[in-house]
């Protein structure tokens, strides 16, 4: 399964390697850039003397009328707790900073997009197949199974899910939707047709059924037991919204998600749960900030934690980063749920192959190889001999190697051949890509005896059992964080993922008319775990604010932590991809320890907390006496050593451990008595601050057979000597930043533009790190710069020390903003996500640059840099750039 998920990542991410410049398109590609904003106002009651006005809507629209500002509102928001604004349009971004001087406006922030979530991995099953009987093994090892054993199964409790929608005709989500179904409310925002880049056209009918991704979610909290897999939601009976945010393609945008999250909160929802994000790293950004909101509220609001664990550290997922929401990591199950066919004509054992139903093949058919080679590389990777027979009547025996599985089959297939088996060369027994074609993978062994067996001159055949076959075999990776978990902490060092549910290899059920159910990965499977184990602790303890505002300790504390290999050989999993560690809901549910906060953040090394206090409550009936301990997880190398990139994932791991002392390493408590814990964490010592190790670790309270915890994340290193604009030559085979020229080429010397047609020039840079400030400025052509990042050698470090203050740009007059961006989250190696503008004759303000010669002045603050120091900003300026328009 490993192999399989590597697969799918690698696909799109492969290794660190220079890229074309000619693939960079002439256009602006920064996340968060248009003149789409969400304006933040206070609510009436807070402005009392206003009142007389109108609404604060009214206020607001009124006052950016009477300073001509250019606007156009499309959504208003008006929940008072919890937000009161509204999504507009600016004629021009630069009235941003006009905005936040309007009298009640408290926040202006970029509409950001979130891509659809996709599944990493996915195996559809056919209607109407046998069933495999499912030993429901995350509910097990969760303890959710000991909780529907008791009848505890989330009734009473109403879960709001944004995502595709939800298809209710499915006969295991209650086949119907409305007051007295399971699906009892929600609503369509979007429509299909809605992409994130057309307007949505909401209705009142959330159906999914044609992306299924939503379907997927809501089976994990709500499938109804006694269906043909034997599985079961974790919360079956819990009530469903369904919100559709996501149209049958495409994106969604903060906008929809901030009115969905308000409608939940509007239906009385007390739990809202969101499968979808994107890598951000910061805590900023309306979704996150509202989700948040609602999570300090009193209800519970899980989101996913993201996908992106090939992408290495630092590359949080927004909204799963608002401050006060469960982010959810995901683990992988125990296992993996197969079929097996059976072997005619010699003797072996039923041969396991890769999918969760059977495959649709009748009666017994002889087997062909298409080498008798058990060895062979490049198997029907070319077209096979005129002389090979019709294969119309075989299952035929193909090796894997060289070539894809689809071009094996293709060369094949031309033979009449319809079905197939594919053997592992060792690269890993895995589902498979097959195109339109009914293959398979069997294990390496298996397909080796089948072929020699060929070999030798046995006729062997095979079936395929359409009831029978199911089996389940132990996932190599169960129970370890899933290996495309995003890596954190956030950029201004909070603590995320919060913590790890199953979300590796779920059967669950998808839309009626796409197959009814299918096996999925990914932190979106997670995140429905945790919202139903959030509504068995409301089923439980009730659905008050202050069990809602508690829940994510008491989740946090009572979890598992997760090791990095299942021989304990490795050390612990950093905090940073697991969090606090593997939900265990039973434990949450019945903790008669209490322990907060769960999370102790010691942050880098200039604003160290290395003295950190947590309470530990006695909620049972018998005196306890409590022993500490420590348990360091391995410390997450979060920087390669002698470069400025990010490590990719699996993040390299050393252990080099902090150290713990406490002020009393034993206490007792009497029922309802309370100890505060004080624990002294030092860093650890040898850890090089040049890869920004990040170490964490776990601070066990036990009592007996109970136990708790409280996970500490730090930093060995300040995070203001991080470099955040990449100034190397790694990623284009030329350093950048660079100016793009009407060709496409790197701009050298001075050089003219027309602002003609493809005549203007194009700024291409990454982010090597985040970077909650980054402004292009118009200077004058004769601007030198003392200490920018233009003097350094690629790949050199000069930390803390790139600006001497005395030639800094604070001294160098600006003629204009051509962009002002606000938190940028760090690129990733992928192409397609570097940061372009296309710089045109205007400035931000839409007035003319008058004709002449100037240089753009790129600044990027760094992180836990003083926006209003010059020196806490790196900068680079462009060479010449001749306005002649
Ligand atoms: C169905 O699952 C339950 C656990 O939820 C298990 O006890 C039972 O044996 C399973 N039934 C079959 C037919 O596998
Ligand atoms: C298998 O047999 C059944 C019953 O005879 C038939 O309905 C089905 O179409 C057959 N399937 C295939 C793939 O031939
Ligand atoms: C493999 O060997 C068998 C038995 O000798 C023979 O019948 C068959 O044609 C061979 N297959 C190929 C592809 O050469
Ligand atoms: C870490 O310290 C920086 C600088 O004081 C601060 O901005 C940031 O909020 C801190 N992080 C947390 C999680 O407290
Ligand atoms: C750009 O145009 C100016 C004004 O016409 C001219 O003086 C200058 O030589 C031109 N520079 C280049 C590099 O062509
Ligand atoms: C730089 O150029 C500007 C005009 O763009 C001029 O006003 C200024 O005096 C020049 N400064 C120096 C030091 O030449
Ligand atoms: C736009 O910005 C430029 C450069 O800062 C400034 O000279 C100009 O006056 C501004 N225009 C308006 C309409 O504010």
Redesign the pocket.
């Given at each position: 399964m490993k192999a399989a998920l590597s697969l799918a990542l690698l696909g799109a991410t492969s290794v660190w390697a220079a890229h074309d410049l000619s693939g960079v398109k002439r256009v602006t590609n920064v996340p968060g850039l248009s003149n789409k904003f969400i304006v933040e106002v206070a609510a009436a009651s807070d402005i009392p003397s206003k009142r007389a006005l109108g609404t604060p809507h009214e206020v607001l629209y009124r006052s950016l009328r009477e300073r001509k500002i250019g606007f156009s509102v499309h959504q208003e928001y008006d929940v008072p707790d919890i937000f009161v604004g509204a999504a507009v349009t600016l004629t021009d971004a630069e009235s941003v900073a006009d905005i936040l001087k309007t009298e009640g406006v408290l926040a202006i922030r970029p509409i950001h997009s979130y891509a659809r979530p996709v599944p990493v991995s996915s195996k559809q099953c056919a209607p109407g197949d046998a069933g495999v009987p499912d030993s429901e093994s995350t509910h097990l090892a969760s303890g959710v199974a000991k909780l529907h054993a008791m009848g505890i199964t989330g009734k009473g409790v109403k879960i709001g899910i944004l995502d595709t929608g939800i298809d209710y005709t499915h006969p295991s989500l209650g086949a119907g939707f409305g007051a007295g179904f399971k699906v009892a409310g929600g609503y369509d925002l979007v429509g299909d047709a809605y992409t994130g880049a057309n307007d949505p056209v909401p209705d009142s009918d959330p159906l999914d059924q044609c992306a299924g991704h939503g379907t997927h979610v809501a089976g994990i909290i709500g499938c109804n037991p006694g269906n043909p897999f034997n599985i079961s939601g974790v919360a079956y009976d819990a009530t469903l919204y369904a919100y559709r945010i996501f149209g049958c393609a495409g994106s969604v945008n903060d906008d929809v998600i901030v009115d969905a999250l308000l409608k939940g909160v509007k239906d009385g929802v007390d739990i809202l749960s969101l499968s979808l994000g994107g890598p951000s790293g910061w805590t900023e950004g309306t979704g996150s900030v509202v989700a948040s909101r609602i999570a300090k509220s009193g209800r519970i609001v899980t989101i996913a934690a993201g996908n992106e664990g090939s992408s290495g550290s630092w590359y949080t997922s927004s909204p799963g980063n608002g401050l006060d929401v469960i982010s959810v990591a995901s683990a992988d199950n125990t296992v993996i749920p197969l079929q097996s066919l059976t072997v005619e004509g010699a003797t072996h054992a039923p041969i396991v192959y890769y999918s969760a139903l059977p495959l649709k093949v009748n009666g017994t058919l002889p087997l062909y190889a298409v080498s008798n080679d058990t060895a062979v590389v490049d198997d029907a990777c070319n077209p096979l001999p005129a002389s090979t027979p019709d294969l119309s009547k075989f299952v035929v025996l193909i090796r894997r190697g060289t070539c894809s599985f689809v071009s094996k089959l293709d060369n094949v297939a031309k033979f009449g051949a319809q079905t197939f088996l594919i053997y592992d060369n060792g690269a890993g027994f895995a589902g498979i890509e097959v195109g339109k074609y009914k293959a398979v993978m069997i294990q390496a062994e298996d397909g080796v005896f089948l072929g020699k067996q060929l070999a030798a001159g046995t006729a062997v055949s095979v079936s395929f059992p359409q009831t029978g076959g199911a089996t389940e075999i132990p996932a190599p990776t169960g129970g370890l964080v899933s290996d495309f978990t995003t890596y954190g902490p956030t950029n201004d060092f909070y603590f995320k993922p919060a913590i790890t549910a199953y979300g590796g290899n779920i059967l669950s059920t998808i839309p009626v008319p796409l197959g009814s159910w299918a096996l999925e990965s990914g932190t979106s499977m997670a995140t429905p775990f945790m919202a139903g184990s959030a509504a068995l602790l409301f089923s439980v303890k009730g659905k008050s604010a202050s069990v809602g505002r508690a829940a994510r300790a008491l989740f946090e504390s009572t979890s598992m932590p997760i090791s990095t290999s299942h021989t304990d050989g490795g050390p612990y999993q950093t905090a940073t991809q697991q969090g606090t560690g593997l939900v265990n809901v039973y434990d949450a549910v019945f903790a008669t320890t209490v322990l907060s906060p769960a999370e102790l953040i010691v942050n880098d090394t200039a604003h160290f907390a290395g003295r950190q206090k947590f309470n530990v409550k006695n909620t049972g009936r018998k005196v306890k006496t409590y022993t500490l301990s420590h348990v360091p997880a391995g410390t997450a190398l979060t920087v390669t050593a002698g470069s400025i990139f990010p490590a990719k994932g699996p993040v390299p791991l050393s252990t080099d451990y902090a150290s713990v002392s406490f002020n009393q390493n034993k206490f007792t408590l009497f029922p309802g008595q309370t100890h505060t814990v004080v624990a002294t964490i030092k860093p650890p010592t040898g850890a090089d601050p040049k890869t920004f190790p990040v170490y964490s670790g776990f601070i066990y309270a036990t009592s007996g057979a109970e136990r708790v915890h409280a996970t500490y994340l730090g930093l060995a290193a300040s995070l203001k000597d991080k470099q955040v604009v990449d100034n190397t030559d790694a990623m284009f085979g030329v350093r950048i930043p660079v100016v793009l020229d009407a060709t496409g080429a790197p701009q050298g010397a001075a050089a003219n533009y027309t602002f003609v047609g493809q005549d203007s020039p194009v700024l291409l840079w990454r982010q090597a790190f985040g970077s909650a400030a980054v402004r292009l400025d118009l200077v004058?052509?004769?601007?030198t710069l003392k200490g920018s990042l233009n003097a350094r050698a690629p790949l050199l470090f000069s930390f803390g020390h790139g600006h001497d203050g005395g030639g800094s740009f604070a001294k160098v007059p600006t003629l204009g903003a051509l962009v002002s961006m606000e938190y940028l989250p760090r690129n990733d190696e992928a192409q397609s996500l570097q940061n372009t503008v296309a710089i045109s004759n205007t400035y931000a303000n839409g007035t003319k640059i008058p004709n002449?010669a100037y240089k753009v002045l790129l600044r990027a603050l760094k992180v836990t840099g003083d926006p209003k120091n010059a020196a806490d900003y790196e900068s680079w300026l462009s060479p010449v750039i001749g306005f002649a328009a």
């Open positions: 004058s052509a004769n601007t002449g």
